[in-house]
Structure formats: structure tokens, C-alpha cells
Nanobody, 120 residues
Framework: QVQLVDSGGGMVQAGGSLRLSCAAR???????MAWFRQAPGKEREFVAR????????YFANFVKDRFTISRDNAKNTVYLQMTSLKPEDTAIYYC??????????????WGQGTQVTVSS
């Protein structure tokens, strides 16, 4: 069962930009949407989240002002705009729908992941 499909990953040079998209098969009304990432051999970590209304966002401190999360509920889509990418941003990025938690356990639906590779 696939409820979320994330895409937009790719290979970029350090300092470059990518926009990830997460398309939902249905409306996740009142759900918080989030992005997580996981590098090889590391735990999945929280990146950013956005409320249903879009007026509340929260970011991990390691992405600071470099990333922006947004959503278009009419399109059932959430985005992660990534700028000033660093090699340490290299990971598989996953979108998720659930609570407003920063923990993976707070989310019930997950995308399949999209690979982001940043070269130096």
C-alpha cells in the first residue's frame, strides 16, 4: 500500500538546489506532513514538518534557513525546497503524514524515498 510518492531527488554539487515533491493519493486533511532523511548506516532523522494549514512549520537546526517546506492541499502535494546543499545532506529523503512529532513513530504514512546526493 503506497499512500505517498516522493520524488525530485538527484545529484547536485555542493551549494546547489533541489526541490522534492511528495504526492498523496488522497487528501490528508488535518495531518501534519513531514520530511525525514536517512543516510547509509545512520538512523532516520527529522528534517522538517508543516501543518495542514501551512501556517506552522518547523525545521531541524541542521537545515536552518536553507530548506523550505510548503504544501498545496488542492494538489495533495508537499514540497521541500533545498538550497545551499552540503555533502552531509546526502541521504534518502522520505515524506510522511501523521502527527506534529519530530519522531518517525509519530507518522503513519510514508513515501518510498528519493535519493539526494550532494558532491563536493
Amino acid at each position: 500500500q503506497v499512500q505517498l510518492v516522493d520524488s525530485g531527488g538527484g545529484m547536485v554539487q555542493a551549494g546547489g538546489s533541489l526541490r522534492l515533491s511528495c504526492a498523496a493519493r488522497r487528501t490528508f486533511r488535518s495531518y501534519t506532513m513531514a520530511w525525514f532523511r536517512q543516510a547509509p548506516g545512520k538512523e532516520r532523522e527529522f528534517v522538517a514538518r508543516i501543518s495542514w494549514s501551512g501556517d506552522s512549520t518547523y525545521f531541524a537546526n541542521f537545515v536552518k534557513d536553507r530548506f523550505t517546506i510548503s504544501r498545496d492541499n488542492a494538489k495533495n502535494t508537499v514540497y521541500l525546497q533545498m538550497t545551499s546543499l552540503k555533502p552531509e545532506d546526502t541521504a534518502i529523503y522520505y515524506c510522511a503524514a501523521g502527527s506534529s512529532s519530530t519522531l518517525a513513530s509519530g507518522y503513519s504514512y510514508w513515501g518510498q524515498g528519493t535519493q539526494v546526493t550532494v558532491s563536493s
